[in-house]
DNA sequence: ATATTTAACGAAAACGTTTTCGTGTTAACA
DNA sequence: TGTTAACACGAAAACGTTTTCGTTAAATAT
C-alpha cells in the first residue's frame, strides 16, 4: 500500500529542496533544465499529484461548492444538481451535498458544518420548515462571514444573494391561458399551501390568467392540499380528496395542477369517475419529470428547466468568488463596486403531450 | 464583512498563546479554571468553530466520503446518496458527489480529483462503459493508495473491496415465480445488452426461474433493448420495438422487464394494442421508483431498496476507515489480519399492485 | 532551608503546499 | 583584477490546527 508521494519525499530522493521541487513542477525558470527534467521525470514515474487539502488552506479557498437542498430523491433537485455539477466541473470545482430534508435544524447545523472552510460558496434551495418560521438568520450569517449564496427556485426577499429562479407566476399563466384556448370553462386549481413561496406564485398566476381573460375565480374550484403530511406516502388520502373535490364540482373541464404528482393523480381519480382525458377533462401539471412523460396519457405540463436553473446557479456563484478573488489582487484598492446582486429569471415552457387536445 | 475568527487571533486577543487557546477549547486540564473559562467566553462570543481544512491537514483524514455515481437524475441512484448521506451525517462525515455520466473518462478524472486528499473513501457504481472496457485499473489504484472503495450494484470481481449488491438473481426468481403463481403460461423478458451486470443477472434469474418450473425457455421471448441509445430522449423507439414485439408474440401473456421504463412501456404499448392489464397480460418491473407507483395501472415490481444500499455502504466504508484509525493506533503492531472484504446482499422485496393478478 | 512535585502556560513541530527573500557560485564586464 | 549580473538553488514563512515537550513559578515534602 502505497501513500501518496508529497513534495517532500520527492525532494529528499533526489537530494534537493522542497522549494526546488515545487518550483521545478510549476515549470519555473529559477530551476535549470537539467534539475526540472531531472524533477517531472521522478514526479512523473510516482504519479505526484498535489494534495487538495494543502493548496486549499495555503489559497484559502476549498474549489468546492457546497449544495444544499431539502431533498434529493425528486427529479427537480436532482436535474439542478446536475446542473451545477456541470459546469462546476467544467470550472474546475468540486460539489459537495447536504440534505436537509426540509428541516430547519438540519438545514443550520449542515450549513455550519460545510462553512467552517469546506466550500467556498453555497449554491441552495430553502427548506418548507425554514420558510414557515421565517428564520433567516443563518443565511446571513454566513454570507457575513464572506461566503456567498446563491439561491434557487424557494428564495427569499430578506436574504441579500444571487438568485435564480423559475417563472413560476408566469408559467402558471401560459398554463391557464392554454387550458382556456382548449375551450376549457371551469379551470380547477389543485395547489398547496401558500407558505411555499412557488406555490403561491402559481397559484396567483391562475388568478391572473382567469381575470385576464374576464373569468372570476371561484374559490369552490381551488383545491389546497395540506402537503405536511407526506403525501408520497399518503396517495390515498390525496386521491380521495380529489375525488371529493371533482364530485362536488362536476362541472370542471380543466386542471391546473402545481406539481406532477396532483396533476398525475387528479388524471388517475378522473379516469375512475369515467371521465375522458382529454375529451371531458383536460390536465396540465408543473415540473417536467418522469411522472409527466411517462403517465398514461402522458401530461402536458409547465417545463422548469431544472438544468439550466442548475447550471445558472453554479455560473452566478463561481462568477462572484473569481470576481472575489481578482479584488483581492488589485493593487489600488479602488473600492470598486461589487457587482449587484442578481436574480436571474428562468422562462418556463409548455411541453404538450395527451392530457390535452 | 467578518471572517471566521481562528485560534491565533484569539490567542492574540487574550494575550495568550494559541497552544493555550486551542487546549482551553479542549477542556485541558492543563489549563487554569479561570483562563479556560475566559477563553471559552470569548470563543463563544465570536462564534469560533475550527477550521475543517486546516484539521483534515493535520489530521491527515478528511471525514468526508466520495461518491461516485453514473447518473443522478435516476430514482434508484438519488435514493442511494439519500441512504449515504444519512449514516454518513449521523457518523459525521460528509459526502462529496461526483457525476461519471456513464463514461471511462470521466470516472477517471472524477476519481483522481477527489483522491487527492479530498476524501477518505469511496462509494460508487461502476459507469457503463468502463464495464464494458473492463478495464478497472483506476480502482485498484486508488486502493493501493490506502484509499478504501466500496462499490454497490454495479460490481465487479476483478476488484477487491466490499461491495453491496442487490440479489438481482434471486428478484428476478421471485418475479417470475410470481407471474407462474398467477398462472401465466409464456413469460416474455424485456431487458439490455448483456454487459450490465444487472441485466445479466436479472436475466439468469428469468431462465432459472423458468427451467425449475420445467418450462424451456423460448428465445423469441426475450426482447434485449440496445441502451446505448438515449432511450428517454427516444421513447417512441422503444414503444416501437415493444409493439413489434407483442405483435410477433400474440401468445405472451405475462412480462418481467428488468426496469421500470420497460415495463411501463410494455404496459402501455399492450393497452394500445388491446390488451387488459391484469386480465390479458400481468407485468412486473425492476426498481420501485416514482413510475412504478404512480403509473396506470400501477405497476408491481421487485424493490431494490435503494436507502438500505446506500446506509449499508456508507457504513461498510466508514467502518473500514475508523478500523484503520485504531489500527494505526496500536502500540504492538500485531498483524492482526484485516477483516476480509465482504459482499454484502440486500434481499429484494416483490412490492404488488394493480398490474398483477 | 533545600529538594521535589505540581500547576499553568508557551514554543515548536507537524500536516503539504507555494512564494518571497536570501545566498553562494559563476560568468560577464570594466 | 575587481565589480557586478545572472543563475540556480535553499531557508523560512504562511495557511489553522493539535500535541509534545519544555519552562517557570509556586506549592509541597523532607
Request: aromatic share 6%; with cysteine; proline share 2%.
Amino acid at each position: 500500500m502505497k501513500r501518496k508521494i508529497t513534495l517532500k519525499q520527492i525532494a529528499k530522493e533526489l537530494d534537493v529542496s522542497v522549494s526546488t521541487v515545487s518550483k521545478a513542477l510549476s515549470n519555473s525558470k529559477e530551476i535549470s533544465e537539467d534539475t526540472t527534467q531531472k524533477i517531472q521525470a521522478f514526479a512523473k514515474l510516482y504519479n505526484y499529484k498535489p494534495n487538495n487539502i494543502a493548496l486549499s488552506l495555503k489559497n484559502r479557498k476549498t474549489k468546492t461548492i457546497g449544495i444544499l437542498i431539502p431533498e434529493i430523491v425528486h427529479h427537480f433537485f436532482s436535474t439542478v444538481i446536475r446542473g451545477i455539477e456541470r459546469v462546476a466541473n467544467r470550472r474546475g470545482y468540486n460539489v459537495i451535498v447536504g440534505l436537509s430534508n426540509e428541516s430547519f435544524t438540519k438545514e443550520i447545523i449542515n450549513m455550519e458544518m460545510l462553512a467552517n472552510g469546506s466550500i467556498d460558496g453555497f449554491v441552495l434551495s430553502i427548506s418548507k420548515e425554514t420558510l414557515l418560521k421565517q428564520d433567516y438568520h443563518h443565511f446571513n450569517a454566513t454570507i457575513n462571514q464572506g461566503i456567498p449564496i446563491v439561491m434557487f427556485d424557494r428564495v427569499v426577499n430578506e436574504v441579500d444573494c444571487d438568485k435564480v429562479i423559475v417563472d413560476d407566476f408566469n408559467g402558471a399563466v401560459k398554463a391557464v391561458n392554454k387550458l382556456l384556448e382548449n375551450g376549457c370553462k371551469n379551470i380547477a386549481l389543485i395547489t398547496t399551501m401558500d407558505y411555499v413561496s412557488v406555490g403561491k406564485l402559481r397559484t396567483q398566476g391562475y388568478l391572473e390568467a382567469l381575470q385576464n381573460n374576464g373569468i372570476i375565480p371561484d374559490s369552490n374550484l381551488i383545491l389546497k392540499i395540506d402537503d405536511s403530511l407526506d403525501v408520497e406516502n399518503n396517495l390515498d388520502v390525496l386521491e380521495i380528496e380529489i375525488a371529493q373535490f371533482f364530485k362536488s364540482n362536476p362541472n370542471i373541464d380543466g386542471v391546473f395542477a402545481v406539481n406532477e404528482l396532483y396533476a398525475v393523480s387528479a388524471m388517475k381519480v378522473a379516469r375512475k369517475l369515467g371521465l375522458k382525458i382529454p375529451d371531458d377533462l383536460q390536465v396540465i401539471g408543473f415540473t417536467d419529470g418522469v411522472l409527466s412523460k411517462h403517465a398514461t396519457p402522458s401530461l402536458t405540463t409547465v417545463s422548469q428547466h431544472g438544468q439550466k436553473i442548475g447550471e445558472q446557479s453554479a455560473n452566478l456563484l463561481i462568477d462572484r468568488l473569481e470576481a472575489e478573488d481578482s479584488e483581492t489582487e488589485q493593487y489600488f484598492t479602488n473600492n470598486e463596486k461589487k457587482r449587484d446582486f442578481i436574480k436571474m429569471v428562468i422562462e418556463t415552457e409548455i411541453i404538450e403531450r395527451e392530457s390535452t387536445k
